[in-house]
């Protein structure tokens, strides 16, 4: 599948990060290819661009606090989950991930 | 140098918070970094008030951004008995102390995104918690805080 997550947090430092290498590692361990752009405090970094939305099977946001320019992700599969559940669940996100877009 | 030897303190008798941030403010004063070692104690307690740097996992991340700083640095503590941190649900063993210059960008906001990216790989996690070596340490976090200075 083709993936994509945006991850922040409330401080917009650690669990943005953490959250964003979890569940990337997880979804590539799955043999899936993602792309994570973080909204942290530098900013929005490795900006998702609207061909990688097209093309997307999901969408993974974290639900911490709002995340920014979300209406780029209208009618896409959106799979809501904390930073948290990211750094330490995440092969069951990327399997409920499968079981939900098959 | 974003971290030396002198900015490691392995199985240091630490009884609690802020015993912690005042060990790491004093490596980071003795090794230049800091022009006001108050000035720079309370802006930790000033980040650290507004969120917990508590990351879980046994981590702690205490961090300020004042003109109280030089230039960047970086201390590593492990504690030789876990202590309470506020802000999470799990005690302290790992400590990353951060100072970061008021000028000169994001530099310790990098520093800390590279950290926490590391910080979910339990091989790395495992490292920090187990080798005795300062050397060996000092690699180690060289090697993943890599390219900062």
Known sequence: ?102 | MLINKDLISINVDLKNKDEVIAHSAQLMFNAGKLNDLEGYRKAVYEREAEISTNLGDGIAMPHARTSFVNEPGLVFMRLKEEIPWEGGDQPIRLVFGIAAPETGGDIHLKILAKLARQLIYDDFKQKLFTIDNEDDLLALIEEATGGLE
């Not at chain 1, 799955?30 to 970094?45: F, P, S």
């Not at chain 1, 974290?62 to 979300?70: A, F, G, L, N, V």
């Open chain 1, 1 to 102: 599948m083709k993936l994509l997550a945006v991850t922040a947090c409330a401080a917009g430092v650690a669990h943005t990060f953490m959250a964003a290498e979890g569940i990337e590692k997880a979804a590539k361990e799955r043999g899936h290819e993602i792309k994570v752009e973080t909204q942290g405090a530098l900013g929005i970094d490795n900006r998702i661009t609207p061909e990688e939305v097209k093309e997307a099977d999901a969408v993974i946001l974290t639900k911490d606090i709002p995340i920014r320019e979300r209406d780029r992700f209208e009618g896409k599969k959106i799979f809501n989950v904390t930073s948290t559940a990211c750094i330490t669940n995440g092969p069951k996100i990327i399997e409920a991930i499968e079981q939900n877009t098959k």
